[in-house]
């Protein structure tokens, strides 16, 4: 029996909700109020009072509204939905408010004039699923309506939705004229009906040499489906997703670093979601400007989702596009287009990533919506010079580090509340005390001013603990350097290099056992992991005391980076414990080739193990090999 006041009813429940409200609300919130309140006040409340629902609650952006009749509430969305359009006709499409709704049939506890239960979770699921301007409904409601309304519908498949434990069938509501009456099954050979406005926009696109088609998501063509049992990694078991760069369509080759750009800031940001599984930008730019099938993206990297998109500047333009695949499956789950000034890049990627959160039933938690939108910059020109200073840095040259050092600080005037030209400033910094003796300590001290003003800016940005750990790191303080690089592993879960680097650290502080599973995390997110990612993890094994799969890591390294003498080190002491002292002055004979001037002596002083013995045991290894003092 039910508690007193409390009763259960079949009901038609409408969820509806603004698209990219954040973003709206950010450029003008006066307007954007005022633009809500005038289309609930002369369109929603009037339409809903005429189709007899009720307005269970209103939520800032979004509505639950319950219906007795299913009917009457697709019929009441269709008629939102088409005079929306009518409405918002001559509004200017980065200030126009749109709106998706789910509508759902389904049972729901009725307390008081509120409204509960999985009829409602359901309708608020299938409005995650509905384009702007858009409609979604559930099997259950297009059972019943079918056939009474001058609408079409399309079948978007049995959908798995978060909470609810059988999937459910979702139909999109084809609200244009030519669509009435019309069931499309896109499995069913045949089954697809363009509307005269879509056709007339794709033949423009073709001629114009675009490519529009493909973002009409309902008739997009699947693709091949993955094989599980072909993919060279397990299926992790939160969605797991690859972002493939994003094509640059500007017929400018200059204009291929904001392709990138935008693309490496999607893969950080989405990285920084423990729900999420993100494989690194280093195994995703694999296939950059290669003609590759989403199939073999799935199978080669180990995951079920691949974003794909493209990005086009025009003046001061941005066309963006992108589309989210279910490789499994075989089809598109979301396709967006988006045609915004060039400073509002960073709200695009918000709006793309709040597009996946809803395509893979991803919930944000307390605590995680104000850090996982990376706070970008406004300034495009500061961006533009922050990515050219990117492009020197990652050369690892001295020189080149320098020049990189001056475009982060010119892009620092253009945008001085911007916090990551200041993480990659204390960087450059770092990697001048490291290889650098001649002005170590001030290099870390410009290097520490740098990533506390960094902190001070951002203190949700996980590159800013990363880099004050690297600061400690330096100047050899292991325990602070790990509380500082456990933060950046908290705040970025999926960022590969953090987890590395942690792990590397762990081995100095003697937690070698801790340091092999954050080696193997990292190696996952990152397939095409960094050549050092195998050195850190033979010193793992060798510290521990595996020295057959330690000579293998190191091995490993050497063949890949035969030049440096790190890797050479760890395999003779891998092959001196294993009592192969042949292979091991073999390659301690390479390794005085590479660098005739080693010696042990200043071989310690860059060694920072707090195990004093195991670092005496570790020497002692070299010398017999014949490496001198």
């Not at 006709?89 to 789910?102: H, L, M, N, S, T």
């Not at 590759?292 to 993206?297: A, E, H, M, T, Y």
């Not at 599973?517 to 190696?523: I, T, Y």
């Amino acid at each position: 029996m039910a508690p007193q006041g409390i009763e259960r009813r079949l009901a038609a429940i409408l969820a509806a909700d603004v698209v990219g409200y954040s973003r709206l609300m950010g450029q003008d919130e006066a307007g954007t109020l005022a633009q809500l309140k005038s289309h609930r006040k002369d369109l929603f409340d009037p339409k809903i009072a005429e189709h007899r629902g009720r307005v269970v609650k209103l939520m800032g952006d979004g509505a639950l509204v319950a219906f007795a009749s299913v009917v009457d509430a697709v019929q009441c969305a269709v008629e939102i939905q088409r005079a929306m359009v009518q409405r918002t006709a001559e509004v200017p499409k980065d200030k126009c408010i749109q709106f998706r709704i789910g509508i759902n049939l389904g049972d729901v506890i009725v307390d008081g004039d509120d409204i509960y239960g999985d009829g409602v979770n359901v309708a608020a699921r299938l409005e995650g699923l509905a384009e702007p301007d858009g409609i979604c409904i559930s099997g259950t409601a297009f059972d019943q309506v079918r056939n009474k309304l001058d609408v079409g519908y399309g079948f978007l498949g049995e959908q798995r939705v978060k909470n609810i434990a059988e999937p459910v069938r979702a139909y999109r509501v084809l609200i244009e004229s030519e669509a009435a009456g019309k069931i499309l099954d896109p499995e069913k050979p045949g089954a697809r009906w363009w509307p005269r406005a879509a056709v007339a926009a794709i033949l423009f696109a073709l001629v114009a040499g675009g490519s529009a088609a493909i973002w009409l998501r309902p008739w997009t063509p699947d693709v091949e489906p993955a094989s599980p049992e072909r993919m060279a990694f397990p299926l992790p078991q939160q969605p797991s997703i690859a972002v493939l760069p994003f094509d640059n369509l500007s017929g400018d080759p200059n204009q291929e670093a904001i392709a990138d750009g935008f693309t490496e800031s999607l893969i950080t940001t989405l990285a920084q979601m423990p729900g999420l599984f993100v494989i690194a930008r280093n195994s995703t730019f694999v296939y950059k400007s290669a003609p590759v099938k989403v199939k073999q993206v799935a199978e080669d990297l180990g995951v079920r989702y691949v974003l794909e998109g493209s990005i086009q500047r025009d003046a001061d333009t941005l066309r963006i596009t992108a589309q989210l695949i279910d490789a499994l499956e075989g089809h598109h789950l979301w396709a967006g287009k988006f045609d915004r000034d060039v400073n509002a890049m960073f709200a695009v990627q918000d709006e793309i990533i709040r597009e996946i959160f809803t395509a893979l039933q991803v919930e944000l938690v307390a605590g995680e919506h104000g850090r996982v939108w990376q706070k970008g910059t406004d300034n495009f020109e500061a961006y533009l010079t922050w990515l050219q200073g990117w492009k020197y840095y990652r050369r690892y040259t001295k020189d080149d580090r320098a020049i990189a050092r001056q475009l982060f600080q010119q892009a620092i005037e253009m945008d001085p509340d911007w916090a990551m030209p200041f993480t990659t400033i204390a960087w450059t910094h770092i990697q001048d005390a490291e290889l650098w003796d001649d002005s170590r300590a001030e290099s870390l001290k410009l290097a520490a001013a740098a990533a506390q003003r960094a902190l001070a800016l951002d203190d949700t940005y996980p590159g800013v603990y990363a880099a004050l750990g690297g600061v400690h790191e330096a100047k050899g303080e292991i325990e602070q350097a790990i509380a500082y690089h456990e933060k950046a592993v908290a705040l970025g879960p999926n960022i590969s290099v953090y987890h590395a680097i942690l792990a590397y650290n762990l081995t100095d502080a003697g937690r070698a056992d801790e340091a092999i599973p954050m080696l193997e995390k990292a190696m996952r997110l990152d397939p095409s992991y960094q050549p050092w990612y195998l050195q850190a993890l033979g010193d793992a094994y060798n510290a521990v005391g595996r020295y057959a799969e330690a000579a293998e890591a190191h091995k490993r390294f050497v063949d890949r980076q035969p030049e440096k003498i790190w890797g050479h080190a760890g395999l003779i002491a891998s092959y001196m414990w294993l009592g192969r002292k042949d292979e091991a002055q073999s390659h301690a004979a390479e390794l005085l080739r590479i660098d005739p001037k080693f010696s042990l002596a200043s071989f310690r002083k860059r060694l920072k193990y707090k195990d004093q013995a195991y670092l005496e045991r570790l020497l002692d290894a070299l010398r017999k090999a014949g490496l001198p003092e």
